[in-house]
């Protein structure tokens, strides 16, 4: 085994979709929609594989489809505010895990240290440490709400003066995830100048995971920290077509950038991956072509889908409350956070288990109650698991059955 595998062989998402798989009747644990993509993307992919475009089925690119880096460039360079060049601005990836991983592999050297906000997605720790680096994490960290109201993902945030103690001339990069998985914060426009202004001054990178940005709820922005002063040349910005059109198998996902870093993420991409399906590329560009030419109209995708969300969240949540599990209502993403301190249930107590309660609570959950969901110390490194470790996260892009299916083992175990 090579050294760089060292602490890195497990894997929460691998352990716990065969858990769903052996025990749940509803599982909203791994995130990923039970419901079909829109009919024009099920269309175009029908046409993809119709025969007419033969073409399809061969090599492309290799850093991306013209037609989707086209349209990736034309999108992307209107919500930046700035011109993009497709061949040099964009790349594609096998979804936006082979973006993070080209990212930590194009920059980061042994002995770099890369910011971690937690709770954070889980793959970002292992990607750090394969590259060599060290990461370096900071928390978000609640703050009760007062009056009794639920408590917001918002009301988890950052102590600016802890955030800047992390910076030093050893920091390489920060990985930013807004949405935020697994909590659904949304960082505000402030939030954000605050992490921008320290990667200015300590001339660090800028890894913006947006796989979620048109997942965001009740009117708030999704504020791109690209956008903002002197935070263009030293961010790369990543998204998904797996999030942004309901298709998570397809794996297609992307990264936008300056040239002068998106050139080492193509040395990355062209000695490992080369290129992605080609039919898949297609279809995600039709999409975006449409998309492009309906935005912000009433029938676009990425409008209907967060109102559409945004009822399930508001469905989730009242289930949630009826039973005693505290939501931590997300302003944005498709995951649900609840608070199980104060839920009754018969989790066996393990003498002597370094396991957090959380993590085994939903593993008793799902055994006992066929309900899958994730532990949320998943989402925190090894020393920090047992910081927060009495909540779990729910994925709520599920169809209305399945919500109601979920309700009735929370109401029935109540
Ligand atoms: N980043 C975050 C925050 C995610 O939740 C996911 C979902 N797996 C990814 C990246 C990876 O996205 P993809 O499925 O496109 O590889
Ligand atoms: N992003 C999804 C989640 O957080 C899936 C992660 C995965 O399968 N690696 O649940």
Not at 150 to 177: C, G, Q
Not at 285 to 290: K, P, T
Not at 335 to 350: G, Q, Y
Request: with cysteine.
């Amino acid at each position: 085994q090579a050294r760089r595998l060292e602490g890195v062989d497990k894997n929460i998402w691998v352990e716990f979709v065969k858990l769903a798989a052996t025990y749940s009747t509803v599982n909203l644990g791994q995130g990923f929609p039970d419901f079909p993509p829109p009919d024009f993307l099920k269309e175009e992919f029908t046409r993809a594989f119709s025969g007419e475009k033969h073409m399809l089925h061969q090599y492309t690119r290799a850093f991306g489809h013209p037609p989707l880096v086209k349209i990736l460039a034309q999108l992307f360079g209107k919500l930046l505010g700035r011109d993009l060049d497709p061949m040099t601005n964009v790349m594609v990836t096998v979804g936006a895990y082979q973006a993070l991983f080209c990212c930590f592999q194009a920059f980061v050297d042994e002995g770099d240290e890369v910011i971690i906000i937690e709770p954070f997605f889980d793959c970002y720790e292992p990607m750090v440490k394969m590259a060599g680096g060290t990461p370096v994490f900071i928390p978000l960290r609640p703050k009760a709400p007062k009056d009794g109201k639920l408590m917001s993902s918002a009301d988890w945030k950052l102590d600016p003066a802890e955030l800047a103690s992390k910076f030093s001339e050893r920091t390489k990069a920060i990985v930013l995830n807004s949405p935020n998985n697994p909590l659904g914060k949304v960082f505000s426009r402030e939030e954000l100048e605050l992490i921008a202004d320290l990667c200015v001054k300590h001339d660090a990178l800028c890894i913006s995971d947006e796989v979620y940005e048109w997942l965001v709820y009740d009117g708030k922005e999704h504020v791109r920290i690209a956008s903002l002063r002197g935070m263009w040349d030293r961010t790369v910005s990543i998204g998904s077509a797996g999030k942004t059109f309901s298709v998570t198998g397809w794996k297609v996902g992307w990264t936008v950038g300056p040239n002068r870093l998106l050139q080492h993420i193509r040395t990355v991409h062209q000695n490992s991956v080369y290129h992605c399906a080609t039919a898949a590329q297609e279809v995600v560009a039709q999409g975006f072509q449409r998309e492009f030419e309906h935005y912000g109209k009433p029938d676009s995708y990425f409008v209907q889908l967060p109102k559409e969300m945004q009822q399930k969240r508001d469905q989730l949540v009242q289930s949630l409350v009826a039973v005693g599990m505290k939501p931590i209502v997300p302003e944005g993403t498709y995951f649900l956070v609840a608070d199980i301190s104060e839920f009754k249930s018969d989790v066996p107590d393990v003498p002597n288990s370094d396991e957090p309660y959380d993590s085994r609570f939903a593993k008793w959950m799902v055994k006992n109650k066929g309900l899958a969901a994730i532990p949320l110390s998943a989402f925190y490194c090894g020393p920090h698991k047992n910081n927060y470790n009495s909540f779990i996260r729910f994925c709520f892009a599920k169809e209305e059955a399945t919500l109601k299916a979920a309700d009735d083992i929370l109401q029935k175990w109540k």
